[in-house]
């Protein structure tokens, strides 16, 4: 068993709701990327996806686009996100969150080396086909690294079936089709097709695209394992600050009373 599923496995086997946060690389200065990760965990973080600048995310939605812009301007690459994980101990797994051409042109292998002593134990590629996972497997698999597949609205029950079979580290069940961010307005259907994952998946379930309320929190933690939050947690950082962004964490946690 992989490392990232063992750790949401146990947590998740202790009662506990996973919490993951996105958060941007670099998009408020690379050098402050290991305070902004340790203050995501301390405030009760489960995980932290660290994302990868890209300049074209088609999942992402405007908050992390602009971010994604905003550390490019910065000069952040993926070799400079891994010298600095290099140098960052995490109390709590990290997750690469990028698109397949940042992966394939650092090399896979060389990648999967570099990051074989860091915090990182897992990866999200969005744009990788599940029938092209075998381009990425066979390295992840000798350097304990997660592939984590995402499930989209629109899955059919066999597409379900097939996407969550072998899956690692957690299912990153979609809620809403488009790309992510805040004030999205949820289908009807979707507690059915939460239903229907979770009750294939061997790993957690976690909800993404669109949470951003404790409201949200709370209603997906009554059906899934947890949720992603990533717009909210990208725009606070940027708009507010790392004290208030921990704050956030700690209200969609419940560990802080909201004031929403």
Known sequence: MKTLTHILQTKKAQGEKLFVPYMMAGANGLENLGAEITALAAAGASAIEIGVPFSDPVADGPVIQLAGLAALAN??????????????????????????????????????????????KGAIIPDLPYEHRNFVLPTFEQYDLALIQLVSLTSPHARIATLVQEAEGFVYAVTINGTTGTGKTYQNNLDDHLKEIIAL??????????????????????????????????????????AATANLVRQLTGRLESKD
């Open 75 to 120: 000069g952040v690459s993926l070799k400079k996100i891994v010298a600095a994980l290099q140098t960052i101990d995490a109390s709590v797994p990290l997750i690469l969150m990028g698109y397949a051409n940042s992966f394939f042109h650092y090399g896979l292998e060389q990648l999967a080396e570099d990051l074989k002593d860091t915090s990182v």
């Open 201 to 242: 998946a061997p790993v957690p379930v976690l909800a993404g695209f669109g949470v951003s309320t404790p409201q949200h929190v709370a209603r997906f933690n009554q059906c899934c394992d947890g949720v992603v939050v990533g717009s909210k947690i990208v725009a606070t950082l940027q708009k507010e600050g790392l």
